[in-house]
């Protein structure tokens, strides 16, 4: 079999995308037939180029979730892409720790297959050109999602690294991977930046009129698309060494190859607790 060109001759542009229809998870298996358990597809007429891990951490997201898998999986293909798709289920109730989930996905996702690139993706956001490609750079970490509908198809700033963004297993070994520390706070894509930059490495931004992606307006999903502006400290350089993936502590509840995609349920464990406000008072005391 021949090798797939390296960037496909199938793709279309821009898409349109709409939220108006919620499609059953039978629609989208019909229409995606070389889609195999585990919600993995390789071409089936050439050889692919890469090998991509999309990595999507969750709470409470069922609606998001058909719509994510309905837009996302033919949008894959037209890229001639070997590729699983990861969804990362935090268990319980507590607040939300995206990096931590996002740490546990490439833990679980490395096991699988040697990838060649880390596609790290909120459910929230749908891609809106599929020249946009789910790949990596050799040399440096990529966003992917610079021209967000909500942030009106510009970036808030310069080294904004959220939403959609693509890192190779090294780059992501280089970092440390990421922040465990982060619970239902929306600073640790700025922790990644950071870490990226105290690597030595420098963060390729797509062009704004490639990366650009429509949010969806309901669901659970913490995203970080609402600060417009980046924090003036961050604690980065005394932390990154000793918080991310040398630190990452989880139990895997369940790993199962669903049809469109591999499930994994995660108990991440829960916030640090402060002490009871009395003994708060007696320790300022």
């Not at 229809?21 to 989208?28: D, F, G, N, V, W």
């Not at 585990?38 to 969750?58: D, F, M, Q």
């Not at 922790?191 to 690597?199: L, N, Q, V």
């Not at 659970?220 to 993936?245: F, I, N, Y």
Request: glycine share 6%.
């Amino acid at each position: 079999m021949q090798t797939c060109k390296p960037q496909s001759n199938i793709l279309v542009g821009l898409l349109t995308i709409t939220f108006d229809t919620l499609h059953s998870e039978k629609t989208i298996i019909h229409k995606n037939p070389y889609v195999q358990l585990g919600g993995c597809y390789s071409p089936p007429h050439c050889l692919a180029h890469y090998k991509t891990a999309i990595i999507v951490p969750c709470r409470k997201c069922e609606q998001q979730l058909h719509q994510f898998l309905y837009y996302l999986h033919p949008f894959l293909q037209r890229q001639q892409l070997s590729y699983c798709i990861y969804l990362i289920h935090q268990a319980g109730t507590g607040p939300f720790n995206r990096a931590k989930l996002l740490n546990v996905g490439v833990h679980e996702a490395m096991k699988d297959n040697d990838w060649d690139c880390l596609l790290l993706h909120n459910m929230d956001l749908i891609p809106e050109n599929d020249y946009n490609l789910y790949v990596c750079d050799k040399y440096y970490p990529k966003h992917l999602s610079t021209a967000i509908d909500k942030l009106y198809y510009r970036l808030p700033y310069s080294s904004f690294f959220g939403g959609v963004t693509a890192l190779t297993p090294d780059h992501y070994m280089k970092i440390n991977g990421f922040p465990n520390t982060y619970w239902e706070h929306l600073d640790e894509d700025d922790d990644i930046a950071e870490r990226i930059h105290i690597a030595g490495m420098k963060i390729i931004q797509v062009p704004l009129h490639v990366g650009r992606y429509k949010t969806m307006g309901y669901g659970q999903t913490v995203s970080p698309l609402l600060r417009l502006k980046r924090p003036a400290e961050l604690h980065t350089s005394q932390t990154w060494k000793d918080d991310g993936t040398n630190s990452l502590v989880f139990k895997l509840l369940e790993k199962k190859k669903k049809h469109l995609y591999t499930h994994i349920m995660v108990d991440i464990g829960a916030t640090p607790a402060l002490p009871p406000p009395s003994r708060r008072k007696r320790n300022n005391t």
